[in-house]
């Protein structure tokens, strides 16, 4: 992957189109080479399930209304792409689990997906079924009746349409290498493996990020590289299990900077910030906003023993974050969160971050000046480009809390938001974290006073530093230059 900043985006909701209107705006309209790679949000058949695509129905079959695997293998051409691969589940529309469903244990797939009895064939005792973590409320089994009369207590970690797969199982094994098969073919060059800290179920176990996991996602990630393929995990989880996570893949998100940064801009005080940039893997894929809420348990304790490994935000600290985001937002992050919508993440705030930051442009150019200096390979989400506002009529139309941030923009509004200030400045700021090259080099905090934040890098002769007046509000990048030293105010 490239060290420059990175695009993630759905292909209709970001170009008004499909597969071509994207490449037309990537390559040679109004955003050619600004990124130098784009993630694409599931583009699998079809991109408008229960879950956005995230529960294909075909994971190989690329959604008629967005393009053909053509014109995948096309835009691959022009820059690198990565590929959600969603290795935890799968539609109960998908014609595997509709052949289950008909056939019972008489189909071909029917160790394809976990059922309860596959993993308790005994039964579970009471301590064993509250252990289970599940990132909504309530145990993740759903019962399904089959068409022999039979019932079957499915495991559904996320919804009842989303039905988990055995992902060591030989069906299992011979779905993932499928579309593994598909996306070399196509030219994709990475993959994230959506969810894939829920993908093992051991009885006994919180069946997240237990050690079977690791030995999964190195399996998998082995598979990948057979295929030229690097390994992005997305798992929101504890900062320490991102850094043990870190070591065993390509990348790793860094999901803890989001809260820490709003922290910093809503306290005018960097000492946590610091403490984390310090520490964080530098195989990271760095983000502020992305098409799921904005995590705040990944700066808080280890939900497995919080007082043995407590979190880089307290939580009342958390609290005090949370409110603070629903008050800047004028309480539509409120609508959008937990009970108040029909994806009961535990663990997210549902708001674009501009949104989150009062729509105040000073201290949103501060926050992206902050993630592209902080170690690792920045990824900006297609709304957060676009300085975008939450999608109260999208909210109300679908009762998704989510969609409060997977706005759908038309050509002739994407081409105007691209001409705000906010937008123009940090398009300017993309561009410099592309080209520098100090960015390849090595990263060091500086000060020691929180009320400030000093961020450089240096590769040689060549350095960029950021330093942040959060008292005052005011940002300046220096950097060096083949014509002598360089000093822009970012935020006066």
């Not at 597969?19 to 790679?37: I, K, N, V, Y």
């Not at 592209?372 to 999208?394: C, I, K, M, R």
């Amino acid at each position: 992957m490239k060290n420059h900043v990175q695009l993630v985006a759905y292909v209709d909701r970001f170009s008004g189109g499909g597969f071509r209107e994207l490449q037309s705006l990537l390559t040679d309209g109004p955003l050619a080479g600004l990124f130098g790679g784009v993630h694409l949000l599931p583009f699998f058949y079809p991109i408008d399930g229960a879950d956005a695509g995230f529960d294909p129905i075909d994971h190989t079959q690329v959604d008629a209304r967005l393009g053909s695997w053509n014109d995948v293998r096309a835009l691959g051409e022009r820059t690198d792409l990565m590929a959600d691969l969603i290795v935890n589940h799968i539609s109960v529309r998908s014609p595997q689990f509709t052949d289950f469903r008909k056939r019972g244990q008489a189909s071909s797939y029917a160790f394809m997906f976990l059922t309860y009895g596959r993993v308790f064939p005994d039964g579970a005792a009471e301590a064993e079924l509250l252990k289970i973590y599940r990132p909504r409320p309530g145990l993740p089994f759903t019962k399904m009746h089959l068409e022999d009369g039979t019932e079957r207590l499915l495991w559904t970690t996320f919804t009842p349409e989303q039905v988990d797969i055995d992902v060591r199982s030989p069906q299992g094994r011979r779905y993932v290498d499928q579309i593994l098969n598909r996306f070399q073919h196509a030219g994709v060059r990475s993959i994230r493996l959506d969810a894939a800290g829920y993908a093992i179920k051991k009885r006994g176990t919180s069946c997240f990020m237990i050690p079977e996991t690791f030995e999964f996602i190195g399996d998998l990630a082995r598979r990948a590289h057979d295929r030229g393929i690097e390994v992005l995990v997305e798992i929101h989880g504890h900062h320490l299990e991102q850094i043990e996570i870190a070591k065993h893949v390509d990348w790793v998100y860094d999901f803890a900077l989001p809260p820490l940064v709003l922290h910093t801009l809503y306290t005018r005080n960097s000492s946590h910030l610091k403490r984390w940039l310090e520490i964080s893997p530098r195989n990271a894929i760095t983000v502020l906003d992305t098409h799921d809420g904005i995590g705040v348990i990944d700066a808080g304790a280890d939900r497995k023993n919080s007082d043995c490994a407590p979190g880089l935000l307290t939580p009342e600290e958390i609290d005090s974050l949370v409110e603070t985001i629903h008050e800047r937002s004028n309480g539509e992050s409120r609508q959008a969160t937990g009970a108040a919508a029909s994806n009961l993440d535990l663990y997210q705030v549902n708001c674009t971050f501009y949104d989150a930051l009062g729509r105040r442009d000073d201290d949103y150019l501060i926050a992206r000046a902050i993630q592209f200096f902080a170690p690792g390979v920045p990824q900006v989400y297609y709304v957060g480009l676009l300085a975008g506002t939450n999608d109260l009529d999208l909210l109300r139309r679908t009762g998704v809390g989510r969609d409060i941030n997977r706005h759908h923009y038309s050509r002739g509004e994407l081409c105007q938001r691209l001409e705000a200030p906010v937008v123009r400045s940090l398009v300017d700021l993309i561009r410099f974290r592309n080209i520098h090259p100090a960015f390849a080099g090595d990263f060091q905090i500086h000060g020691s006073d929180n009320s400030s934040l000093g961020m450089e890098w240096r590769q040689h002769s060549d350095w960029a530093r950021l330093d942040v007046d959060l008292t005052a509000g005011r940002a300046v990048i220096s950097h060096s230059d083949p014509a002598g030293n360089q000093t822009k105010a970012l935020v006066q």
